[in-house]
């Protein structure tokens, strides 16, 4: 059964960083383009950064210039190096497949705030 285990997520003020880690128990992984999205209360989950299995990225526009995705296929891993946060960034995050084929897992919590 295909597993993702999101973590990293904390409690951060403006401005601050942090760095989310997904593990995916895919046996395809580093043939999958992959990945982090992102609900916030009220509102639906969004895709806000893609890493394809050839390592090109794509952002949303509300992250982009803030936000890296990268992966390690050795660790079948994807990372989101988040700098400069704002409040509206909270949210649970997620990753996944792009599409999101897979079971969704139980996503990490980012709160920025002061």
């Known amino acids: 059964q295909v597993q993702l285990v999101e973590s990293g997520g904390g409690l951060v003020q403006p401005g601050g960083s942090l760095s989310l880690s997904c593990t995916a128990s895919?046996?395809?992984?580093?043939?999958?383009?992959m990945g982090w999205y992102r609900q916030a209360p009220g509102k639906e989950r969004e895709l806000v950064a893609t890493?394809?299995?050839?390592?090109?990225?794509a952002y949303a526009d509300s992250v982009k210039g803030r936000f890296t995705i990268f992966r390690d296929n050795a660790k079948n891993t994807v990372y989101l190096q988040m700098n400069s946060l704002k409040p509206e960034d909270t949210a649970v995050y997620y990753c996944?497949?792009?599409?999101?084929?897979?079971?969704w897992g139980q996503g990490t919590q980012v709160t920025v705030s002061s």
């Open positions: 895919i046996s395809t992984f580093r043939f999958n383009d």
């Open positions: 890493i394809t299995a050839g390592r090109s990225t």
């Open positions: 996944n497949q792009v599409p999101a084929v897979t079971s």
